[in-house]
């Protein structure tokens, strides 16, 4: 069965490094996602993507942040200059419709900034 | 702005039982509304898809209903094993890309 794969699985930084998380959405799939969940607080939106750019972006998706597809198959969030705030687990995600898709998530990329 | 609420926030039963959770919207203008699984560090495992002209979505032992106008779902699990121990969440698709998440429902189901 087709799935999004994330890496890496965890990842530990320092304050102010930069960190590139990274996605495999499923082949067939034109829009992607990037999620966030701080421990013990609701998944929470961050940035959808199609056809090579953004389409909406929250409040907490700050110039720190970008999301790439470098080549064709993978999918990347960027923080430039990580900060303890930005620890959670970011979660990749993908559809094949806009409105009426079901989403499908990877396992998660688990962040701790120390 | 589109608010997501679950009741109960946790539960716990006995294996066997039949038990219901319920997830409730602010906005009845949504696209669909989907439930997830989420084991303990571990991503989110669509469970069913109800899209807004749809009343209700079976997979299993797992039933999902929709009434878009009153702003409820319910997520009904027949005979409950100890396997579907995890935290359901559920999210809706508004007028935008993104989902929206409640805070989920942490399910014990005891041998």
């Known amino acids: 069965e087709p799935e999004v794969t994330q890496t890496p699985s965890h990842q530990v930084t320092q304050m102010g490094q930069e960190v590139i998380l990274r996605c495999v959405p499923i082949?067939?799939?034109?829009?992607f996602y990037w999620y966030r969940q701080i421990l013990g607080q609701k998944v929470e939106f961050l940035v959808s993507?199609?056809?090579?750019?953004?389409?909406?972006k929250s409040e907490i998706f700050d110039d720190q942040f970008s999301v790439e597809r470098p080549d064709g198959s993978n999918f990347t969030l960027k923080i430039r200059s990580t900060k303890l705030e930005d620890s959670a687990m970011y979660f990749c995600?993908?559809?094949?419709?806009?409105?009426?898709?079901?989403?499908?998530f990877g396992e998660g990329s688990r962040l701790t900034v120390l | 702005k589109q608010e997501v609420t679950q009741i109960p926030a946790a539960l716990s039963v006995p294996e066997g039982e039949n038990l219901v959770l319920n997830c409730s919207f602010t906005?009845?203008?949504?696209?669909?509304l989907q439930w997830f699984r989420q084991d303990p560090g571990k991503g989110l495992t669509s469970l069913l898809l109800?899209?807004?002209?749809?009343r209700e979505q079976t997979s299993g032992r797992l039933n999902a209903s929709l009434d878009k106008s009153s702003g409820r779902s319910t997520l009904y699990i027949a005979a409950s094993q100890p396997g579907d121990s995890a935290t359901y969440l559920c999210?809706?698709?508004?007028?935008?890309?993104?989902?929206?998440f409640g805070s989920g429902t942490r399910l014990l189901v005891r041998p």
């Open positions: 995600a993908s559809s094949d419709n806009r409105y009426t898709g079901e989403l499908f």
């Open positions: 082949s067939n799939h034109l829009y």
């Open positions: 993507f199609y056809n090579n750019e953004i389409s909406e």
């Open positions: 906005d009845s203008a949504i696209y669909n």
């Open positions: 109800i899209q807004s002209s749809q």
């Open positions: 999210a809706v698709r508004t007028s935008s890309y993104k989902l929206i």
